[in-house]
């Protein structure tokens, strides 16, 4: 255990620790009456070894017009998102899709939404597919 401090409204509930970085996993624990009632736990990345494509849907309408969009995560071996990762990736839709727009979330990234191509940033990048008249399945 590394500290225990108090909160409450005065301090908007916060508690914060000055805490040396290493390797490992962090918990932190939400206690209210001597009871656990949240905690949330954060674990070290090693190396990016994967990529996990996410996608708000799997089926879009063949109208020209309907959006999925699919967020990009860079990945350990072992699944935990590596947070510093900020690798080139290039998209490709086979199929009757298209690309609509790529983006990572960077404020000040001078790159063009309109492309196939964005840099991860914080180890995410978003790309959005875009239906044709044609019926569409993400998978």
Known sequence: MIAE???DES???KAVFAVQYGVGTLKAVGVVENKEVESKVLKTAGP???IVLKADRMKLQANGQDLSFVIVELTDANGILQPNAEN???F???GAGVIAGVDNAR?????SYV?????AWKGRAMVVIKSTHLEVSCT
Do not use: C, G, I, M
């Open 5 to 7: 401090k108090q909160t």
């Open 107 to 111: 404020l000040n990234d001078p790159d």
């Open 88 to 90: 080139q990736l290039h």
């Open 48 to 50: 990016t070894a994967k």
């Open 11 to 13: 301090k908007e509930f």
């Open 92 to 94: 490709k839709v086979e």
């Open 115 to 119: 492309s196939n191509a964005r840099k």
